[in-house]
């Protein structure tokens, strides 16, 4: 697996670990309030071949908050 490739999912893995506990009966939130952030804005930028050609992840639907 190249390390990009190796990168992208173990982060991707960390933020859906991070999301199952957040679910848990006496999760601690404010940990999870403090590190899904940080872990999201490092995840990198997904390998080539990750979304189909084309993809534009810009385009979508308007978001709360987006301008």
């Keep these: 697996m190249c390390p990009n490739c190796e990168d992208f999912a173990r982060t991707v893995l960390l933020l859906g670990q991070l ?13 999870v309030e403090a590190v899904s952030p940080s872990l999201a804005v490092s995840l990198p930028e997904p390998p080539p071949g990750m979304f189909p050609g084309g993809y534009d992840s810009d385009d979508g639907p308007a978001y709360p908050g987006d301008v």
């Excluded at 506990?21 to 404010?30: F, I, Q, S, T, V």
């Design 19 to 31: 999301a199952l506990y957040a679910d848990m009966a006496g999760a601690d939130l404010d940990f």
